[in-house]
């Protein structure tokens, strides 16, 4: 059967976040720096489509292209191993330790950064031609994001900050539930269907992603935007990281562990 069953594909989750704690620092940075540019480049495509045709919905459901081809060429964001890494640590994999997921996550931030602001710089030589005019139509869009998700909770206070966190935690919610999706199915098709359902509701409904985040606001500074580094960090990067932690790993990576991997059958079926 090309679908597998809760308790194979949570051993699956297991199985990857402890294959990832021991991988080599040059493997780990080279797929997160992949994945961070692959996704920054579906964040433009989507936008993109967004301004084109005059409706977000359009943007939204053609936005995980790029979550899928990122994850069937086994590169790594730093929202999909949130959920996995700690899994490896709870299951007490052997050699497993509270080091070796840190240290998995701050390469895999430190890759995603690196892949998404590189695709930034790229994507603002195409905006201005070089840098020799001022950002196209598309440019202006997308610089205004930061903008809008900066400032704009920050006018707010202490109410905004909770709300950027709590965006941060439906996002990884849903893009972590792709992350599981592509373990239920062993066919590219159902993978690509378990995967796309979520993250579309995640870009659909604007929540905030820590890495399509290192894209729209580096991208922005580089083209002007009324925003300052700081803001970025304070008033997005930070609220953003720690919501998607928490969001992916307590409803999705402990919810399916709990119920699928350590729950005893109840009875005997014969």
Not at 191 to 212: D, G, L, Q, Y
Request: positive net charge.
């Amino acid at each position: 059967m090309a679908y597998l069953m809760p308790s194979e594909f949570v051993t699956k989750m297991v199985d990857a976040g402890e294959s990832k704690i021991f991988m080599s620092t040059r493997d780990t940075l080279i797929r997160a720096f992949m994945a961070g540019a692959i996704l920054a480049l579906a964040a433009v495509f989507a936008v993109s489509v967004t301004v084109q045709t005059g409706y977000a919905i359009i943007g939204a459901i053609l936005f995980p292209v790029g979550f899928c081809m990122l994850y069937l060429l086994g590169y790594d964001l730093l929202t999909g191993v949130f959920v996995l890494a700690p899994l490896a640590l709870i299951d007490k994999r052997p050699g497993v330790t509270v080091n070796g997921v840190l240290r998995n996550w701050g390469l895999v931030f430190v890759g995603n950064f690196l892949g998404a602001l590189t695709v930034a710089f790229l994507m603002s030589i195409v905006f201005t031609y070089g840098f020799s005019t001022e950002p196209d139509k598309l440019g202006k869009v997308i610089s205004n994001i930061g903008v809008a998700r900066t400032h704009g909770y920050e006018q707010y206070g202490a109410a905004g900050m909770l709300t950027l966190f709590v965006r941060g935690v439906l996002c990884n919610w849903m893009v972590s539930t792709g992350v599981v999706g592509a373990m239920i199915s062993t066919s590219v098709g159902g993978k690509v269907i378990a995967m796309w359902m979520p993250v579309m509701v995640f870009f659909a409904m604007a929540f905030e992603h820590s890495v399509v985040n290192m894209f729209l606001f580096p991208v922005g500074l580089m083209l002007g935007a009324d925003f300052s580094i700081m803001d970025y960090i304070i008033w997005n990067e930070i609220p953003t990281v720690l919501g998607n932690l928490i969001g992916g790993l307590t409803f999705t990576g402990l919810t399916l562990y709990t119920t699928h991997l350590k729950t005893a059958p109840k009875r005997a079926f014969k």
